[in-house]
């Protein structure tokens, strides 16, 4: 199902989008003002091939690895498939990754060439070359002179070179996943194992097409963004406008006018949080439009079409408030796709309540990365989806324990990565006989299909009465409570299960200034008689949805917030429980010291 037009590897890809969409709008990059600047097909591969023979000439040819340590930018995209059109590999790497990570995947990947964005970064990696035996040059992107971008594109200018066409199970790239214990792991994506992807990504979301655009939110140095947001709209001939930063989305979206955006759960959180507490803020006609235009949407879904009152009511809330919602996106946003972790299903069903339909997929780094995902031919919120095209999901039971309805999920299929480069063992310990791959997360099918996760097999633990908790769902509750940025439930063979909680500053400032407090967050955050009304708003959320095992006792209240910059977090936003723990691990101790469970 996923052989159409008998793309197997990136180079066919790229040279059949750039000869069928030459005129189109491609990449669009935030200038000064603010406005974006767009650059056609055509204009970007000139400069792939100019790079392409630049590459030849320093010597690059296939089963090399070029590296780069660059957020995403138009010469990201450039240099990705000047490296492939060679039969290369590429190795990508975020800027704020830790030196020394970079210094360990540019070794472990023999990177023989090494972008890096601006003069910052390449003071910090400057004296790799010594350490390093097969790094022979670093290019830098921003600049002029010998050993930069612009000059290696000159040189191919006048020194062409041909497209090498890689054979469908070469190498492609090697993505280091984050790694919330030890040394990351290169995972080896082959052609086929990306394009594959792509192919049954187009065949799940077969109204996307060459008018469609996104705006990249994810870094394309993760699998998910490389995939969904860059080679998918590359593929349908679509355009792709890169965000300016976080804190320049909305304008960005205003700008670019996206009708289908790629984020990470966390993201639509975010959003979900802030149009709640900025209609409670606004009050008056809006307020009530906006929870009385939800109330009815919610009627509509659980009854049909519903009564007349509330096809009104949902009607006047849509032309008043949700337009204006919409409009704040650009006006034209019909579509978003989430994934990387789950997302709370109250979310999905309040974007598609909005008027953006917000389908929810499943995936990691070693299946390159789809597994499955909800569309519009077949949605169920709550579930991950059908799994993609020619990908086959087996729940193994075995491992779990007796009398679970769920199990943990092997999937197989064309996705199913070539392994963890350097390392054998690590690999047999995911692969199974039959060329499966063990996902490390629990889940069950339902009897149509659907893929439910029920949590990760790695994160789980157990209380001391023998019951398994699972963390991450009851999380992601409470992180949608306003004043919640960030929390962790913990519970390893203990009587009961605690929480670390970091409040939402932006939250608590503005509860501190309401109440005529302090706008101090730290402040805030130790005076007790807040950390008792956040506790109770947790549990009050919780009642009802978990058994009462699982809900926290205890609470530990922290100012500082879980970030990739403390190491707390990793490059793909997900938590590394084991440095949380580690580091406040005495606190913990003291909680379960100072109170005897009932």
């Known amino acids: 199902m996923v052989q159409q037009q008998q793309i197997d ?28 600047d767009w650059i056609t097909y055509r204009e970007v ?17 296939r089963g090399d690895a070029v590296g780069i340590i660059a957020n995403n930018r138009l010469e990201w995209v450039i240099a990705a498939f000047a490296t492939y059109s060679l039969g290369a590999r590429y190795v990508t790497m975020y800027e704020s990754e830790l030196i020394k990570t970079c210094q360990y995947i540019v070794t472990d990947a023999s990177v023989k060439v090494l972008f890096v964005s601006k003069h910052d970064i390449l003071e910090k990696v400057k004296d790799f070359p010594h350490s ?12 002029q002179g010998k050993n930069t971008m612009a000059a290696l594109e000159q040189a191919g200018a006048t020194h062409p070179a041909n497209p090498v066409s890689p054979e469908k199970n070469d190498i492609a790239g090697l993505i280091y996943t984050s790694g919330t214990t ?26 996307l097409s060459s008018e469609d655009r996104c705006l990249n939110i994810l870094p394309w140095a993760h699998s998910f963004g490389q995939v969904m947001e860059l080679y998918f709209f590359t593929k349908i001939g679509g355009s792709i406008g890169i965000m300016g930063s976080t804190a320049t989305i909305v304008s960005d979206m205003a700008q670019v006018r996206p009708t289908f955006v790629v984020a990470v759960p966390r993201v639509f959180s975010k959003i979900y949080e802030s149009l709640h507490a900025a209609m409670n803020e606004k009050g008056g006609v809006a307020k009530k439009l906006f929870f009385a235009g939800l109330q009815s949407a919610k009627a509509r879904r659980n009854g049909g079409k519903g009564r007349i009152t509330d096809e009104i009511t949902y009607r006047v809330a849509d032309r008043i408030v949700f337009k204006k919602i919409r409009d704040r996106f650009g006006g034209r946003l019909k579509q978003a796709l989430t994934g990387a972790a789950a997302i709370n299903p109250e979310i999905s069903y309040f974007f598609n309540d909005i008027g953006i339909s917000l389908y929810e997929a499943y995936g ?15 949605n169920r919120p709550g579930s991950v989806g059908l799994p993609l095209p020619g990908v086959k999901v087996v729940i193994d039971k075995s491992i779990v324990e007796e009398g679970a309805k769920d199990g943990e999920i092997i999937v197989y299929g064309p996705n199913v990565m070539r392994g963890y480069h350097n390392k054998m063992e690590q690999t047999r310990e995911v692969m199974t006989p039959d060329g499966g791959l063990r996902a490390g997360d629990r889940g069950r099918l339902d009897e149509e299909g659907f893929l439910y996760i029920t949590g990760r097999i790695k994160e789980q633990f157990k209380l001391e009465n023998a019951k398994f908790v699972f963390p ?22 203990r009587p009961y299960t605690v929480c670390i909680v970091v409040p939402d500053p932006y939250a608590l400032g503005k509860f501190g200034e309401k109440h005529e407090l302090t706008a101090d967050v730290e402040t805030l955050t130790q005076r007790k008689d807040i950390q008792e009304m956040i506790a109770q708003e947790i ?50 101790e003291s909680l379960y010291g100072k109170v005897t469970p009932q």
């Open 9 to 36: 590897n990136l180079v066919v890809l790229w040279e059949t989008a750039a000869s069928r969409y030459a005129d189109n709008p491609y990449i669009g990059t935030r200038n000064s003002t603010g406005a974006y």
């Open 45 to 61: 591969d000139r400069r792939i091939r100019n790079l392409r023979g630049g590459l030849a000439k320093r010597g690059i040819g």
């Open 132 to 143: 390093i035996p097969s790094l022979e040059e670093i290019i830098l992107i921003e600049g």
């Open 182 to 207: 030890g040394d990351p792991k290169g995972v080896l994506i082959s052609h086929w194992n990306f394009c594959s992807n792509i192919l049954a990504a187009t065949e799940r979301y077969p109204h």
């Open 364 to 378: 990691m780094t070693e299946l390159s990365p789809g597994i499955s995902a909800n569309a519009p031919i077949a």
């Open 472 to 493: 991450a769902a009851m999380e992601e509750d409470i992180t949608l409570i306003p004043l919640v940025q960030n929390a962790l439930i913990y519970g390893d063979n």
């Open 539 to 588: 549990c009050g959320s919780l009642a009802g949805k978990y058994g009462g095992y699982e809900i926290p006792k205890k609470f530990l209240f922290l100012s500082e917030a879980f970030s990739t910059e403390n190491g707390m977090l990793t490059q793909t936003l997900k938590m590394k429980r084991k440095v949380i723990l580690e580091k406040h691990m005495a606190d913990i």
